[in-house]
């Protein structure tokens, strides 16, 4: 899956997530500089995981019962990619 999602109005991306991205590695790649924070739900809509970076690179593996993934960036930043580790 590749996807690019320009800064500026864009704050969130919202990834519904089912059984087959489950204990699969997913790669974000953002524009330099930018604060981002990227957060793990469950089906009851409980945040299982928060993690919050200003790299370039931020990896995540999916937890079994994540059921939503929100990625979340200042405005002017940039997720240019996400790539998912079979």
Sequence with gaps: MNTYIPGGNVKSLYINIDESL????LTFYFQAGPYHLIRLYNNTNNQIFYQDSR???????IPPNTAMLEVY??????????????
């Design 22 to 25: 489950w204990n699969k590695k």
């Design 73 to 86: 960036f200042n405005e002017g930043g940039a997720l240019y990619e996400v790539e998912i580790q079979e």
């Design 55 to 61: 790299a370039n690179k931020h990896e995540v593996t």
